[in-house]
Structures are given as C-alpha cells and as structure tokens.
C-alpha cells in the first residue's frame, strides 16, 4: 500500500533577502553614505553585505539609526533616524567632505511601523544639496531581486538624464552580483574583456564602481546587456522611459567552451562584430591549447571526469550554464540541478537552457527552489558522484559522505579569493578545470573529518 504523502514540516532555504539586495546594488556607487534604519542585528548583515564590493571597488560608508525595541513600542524610532541623518549633515559640515548620495534603507522592523524614510530623504536634500534616496526594501518584501530592482530604478529615476547622445558601441552591464559565482567580482572584469576584445565599450555597470557621473549618461549606450536571467520590471520600465532596450537574459552565462561560444556569438550580433568574435575565441582557443597540450595532469583529470554524475544547486541561470559545461565540454552527466529563483522567469528562462541536454540524451532531474533537506535526498536517491553548490549546504552534503565543491552565491559569504582570475570565457575553462580537479580528489581522498559528520536518517 502507498504510504499517504505528508506536508513538509520544514522550509529550510536560505536565501537573500530584499534588504540584501538594495544594500549591495547601493554600495556599487561611489561616494555613497547609507543610512542604514533598524535595529543592531540587521544592521550587521548589512554591514556584511556591502562589502562584497569592496575588492576592487568602492568601500561605502554606512551608519545604523540603532533603534531598539523601546524605540518600536513607544513610537520614538524616527527620532532615532532624525538623530543619524543629523550626525551625518554635522559630519559632512565638520569634514567638509559631501556624500555624492544618500540613501536611507530600512529593516523589517521600521518598515512594519511605517517610518517615513522618503520623507526624511525629501528633507535632507532640501536642508544639505545632497541627492537622496529612500528604498522600502525590508527582508519581508521578497529575495535580493526586488531590492535590486528597486535600487537599479531608484538611481536612474534620481540621476540618468533623458537627453545624452548616443554612443556607438557600448553597453551597461546589468546586475553582475546575479550571476551568482562565487567569483563574481573577478567574472564582471573578465566579460569586460571580453567585450573589449569585440571592440565594445562598458558605458556603466549597474551597480559596480560606478559613479554618479555615469549614471547621469546611462542612456547613452546603445544597449544594456543583462547578466542575470531574473525579472527586474521597475528597472526596464525605467531604462524603456531613458530608450535603452536591453538583451541577455536567455543567454547562457559565458562559463566554459559552448556557452562563451553562444554568449560571445550573440552579443557579436546585437553590433555586427561576428568575425571579431571569431578572431577573439580563435586566440583564446591558442591559449587554452597551449597550457593543456602534453599536460598529463590534464590528461588524468579529463579520463577522470568523463561520465561522472554531478548535481548542482544554485541560482537558475548559473548553475544551468554550469551544467551545460559540464555536459558539453566535460563529458560529465549532471543528472540532478536545483534552481533557485526569485522569479519565475528566471526559471523558465533556464529550463530552456537545459532543453538540450535533454534531446541530446541526459537524463536530468530539476527541482525548483528545493529545501536543502529535499535537495539532499534527491543527491542520495539519484546515486550522485559529487554536488556543486554554495558554502550553505556544503555541511549538508558532506555529512552524507559525498564530495562538496562550492563554486556559486555571494562573495564574501562563500570564500576565500584574493585573485582576480575569472571562471568566464574560454581562459575562465582553465580555472573551472582547476576547481573541478579538486572535487575529483575528494571524490577518491576522502576527509577523515567527515566520518563525524555522518548523517544517517537523510
């Protein structure tokens, strides 16, 4: 007799929120002062958070309101943000140095009492000639793509200008941090080269080292090209008012041999440079060769990797084109991948970059914003070699006595990275190859520690 299905007791995803988003998205602009409105514990996250962009960028300033819960209960929380927003104006006035924005960003907690933080924004303007913001992003209101979403708005909406002159071959890079590597910093500069290679100029990045200079000329390039496949309505509604049509979010991600191939082709096309993208993978081809002909190391790991069966779990777009490198390029079988989504049509976008393992034969199960519990069991169930995640389920996984690589989410909540070397482009195979190699020793040299990590009952 079937055994009757019971309800999960459990919804154990971790995942961004909205805050997360509007705090990382905000602290790509240089010169920003955050005002930061909520209490001590939020306040850190955030405080984390930002600094993702911090190697190789901008380090923003950011200060907390420090309500605390007597302030919630008895109404006194907008004078605890009064009190911050006026330190600020002292500061400024002390040190003679001008914030180029102020954006003032809530939590959960002043969002449920109502605080006026657009009001407060309206004010400081008025009072100091600082461009100020207000972004109604707490953690309640969805994942870090609503808080993308509307920082991406909010800055066009406050600085892009409607009468700029185009510019022939340019582009703006839309949301790097929603590629969703773990190398995300260092991946945003290798697609730049890449685009330089074509002959294309990055007008502006949305929102990485930019200033408020280039978001005064952001309609000025021809296009935007997207580097994520989740859905950012307020932020096309914006860019359509500033005539900037934007491209990308079907494309796979440039990680490995056929997608670098399909991305580079593709964009070639949107500015007829498709004997530039043959010459650039032509010589990017030379190089790869160059390091792994002869190289028996190689040879071992190639022989090693062929027919394994990986599973992925990470955000749509990512671990799709993962997945399609690993199947095209490695010879690999990765027979299970977990997408995780803010939107649905991250989803489908990269359920379709997935039909073609499919035709082509690979017998692919995908679960969509799996809880990690269920995704473990899915790993067991489909007899996985090794998984290929983040730093969350790594623990999981491993206590399962099955290899973990952790190659996808943030930055600085994952890893250990102080290279700029990219996983993009057919240079990024190299790097991807070097990863790959040390899941393959694991798969043979198992940890003694994780004899203590033995899960039994998954």
Known sequence: MAQAHKPHLWTDQYQPSAMFGSVLALSGVD????????????????????????????????????????????????????????????????TGRTPSLLAIVNADATAITGDDITGMARQFEKETGVPSIALDTPGFKGWDVHGYDLAHKSLLAKFAKTDVPKKPNTVNLIAPYLMASQNWLFDLEGIKELLAELGVTVNCVLARNITTKELENFGSAQYNLLLT?????????ESERLGVPSFGA?????????NTEEWLYAVAKQFGKVEEARKVLEEASKRVRNVLRFNYSYTWQANL???????????????????????????????????????????????????PLTRDGLSLEIMVNPAYVEFARAVKRAKI??????????????????????????????????????????????????????????????KESWQGKAFKHI
């Open 31 to 94: 010169g920003v002062e955050l005002a930061y409105h909520g209490p001590a514990g939020c306040y850190t996250i955030a405080g984390h958070i930002r600094t993702d962009q911090a190697p190789m960028g901008t380090y923003s300033a950011m200060r907390p309101s420090g309500i605390t819960e007597d302030n919630l209960v008895m109404g006194t929380s907008m004078d605890k943000l009064r009190q911050l927003l006026k330190f600020i104006k002292m500061e400024c006035e002390h």
């Open 305 to 355: 990797m062929m027919q394994k069966r990986p599973a992925l779990i990470g955000r749509a777009q990512f671990v799709a084109s993962l997945a399609r490198s690993l199947y095209y390029d490695m010879d690999m079988f990765p027979e299970l991948v977990a997408l995780q989504a803010g939107t649905q049509e991250a989803v489908q976008r990269a359920k379709k970059l997935l039909e």
């Open 229 to 237: 496949s989740e859905d950012l309505p307020m932020f096309q509604k």
């Open 385 to 446: 070699d090794f998984v290929i995640g983040s730093r969350i389920e790594k623990t999981l996984i491993e206590g399962m006595r099955i290899p973990h690589h952790v190659m996808s989410s943030s930055y600085y909540f994952n890893t250990f990275r102080y290279l700029p070397v990219p996983y993009v482009g057919y240079d990024g195979v190299l790097y991807l190859l070097q990863e790959l190699g040390l899941v393959m020793e694991d798969m043979f040299h198992e």
């Open 250 to 258: 079907e494309l796979p991600l440039p990680y490995g041999l056929v």
